[in-house]
């Protein structure tokens, strides 16, 4: 199995760079860390890669175990790609790149669509290990008409797609909104003062999830 790119191979990261080095390479792994993924929904959520561009870079992927298709149940032979066990242990490598990018973000940066599901992404690169609440929480988000939670369990963090039948704390806004914030480009207080965010439930539990995610 041949790697395209050879950066020296006496060392984990130039081998890894070998295999995640190339344009776009990372970002599909974004999208599918987000969830399995059609070919057709991976070409539309990543505009200019182009067709053939997102083939070669998915065979490559493939090839090396990171990603694997599979069958989409009574669809017949249609298939989506998604991330092998190998591939999903780049997660926290990725969400703290994606968190220590955020830092660079500025407001004229954000010419392009920003997705509502990149919040599910965002929210989970924020997390500051130190700052997890002591106490049982569920904060709810629902990002861009997006769903997603946060639960806080004996000092542990899930991060789930979907509603929670009863949260502590829930929070609603467009996706653009929540990246400036994680941006640090506005404040949450900022936020919620315009009516941009939308903050409801306990307010002890939306305090512990700002200081959580670092935000206070």
Not at 36 to 61: C, K
Not at 155 to 171: Q, Y
Request: aromatic share 6%; charged share 25%.
């Amino acid at each position: 199995m041949a790697i395209k790119q050879d950066y020296g191979r006496g060392c984990g990261l130039a081998v890894g760079l070998g295999v995640l080095g190339e344009r776009w390479t990372m970002l599909i792994v974004r999208e599918l860390l987000i969830g399995p993924a059609r070919f057709t929904a991976l070409l539309e959520n990543m505009p200019g890669i182009g067709p053939n561009l997102l083939s070669e870079r998915l065979r490559t992927l493939t090839e090396h175990r990171v990603v694997e298709q599979i069958a989409i149940p009574g669809e017949g032979r249609a298939l989506r790609y998604q991330l092998t066990e190998s591939g999903e242990q780049l997660r926290q490598p990725l969400l703290a790149l994606a968190r220590w990018g955020l830092g660079f973000l500025r407001d004229d940066d954000r010419g392009g669509t920003t997705r509502a599901e990149w919040g599910f992404l965002a929210v989970q690169s924020m997390v500051v290990r130190e700052a997890v609440p002591q106490v049982d929480d569920t904060y709810q988000f629902r990002v861009g008409g997006q769903d997603f939670v946060i639960e806080v369990r004996d000092g542990e963090v899930r991060f789930a797609r979907g509603a929670s039948a009863e949260p502590d704390m829930t929070v609603a806004c467009d996706a653009d909104t929540f990246i400036r914030v994680g941006a640090r480009l506005t404040s949450p207080a900022e936020m919620i003062a315009t009516g941009a965010v939308r903050v409801s439930g306990d307010l002890a539990a939306a305090g512990r999830c700002i200081r959580m995610l670092g935000l206070d």
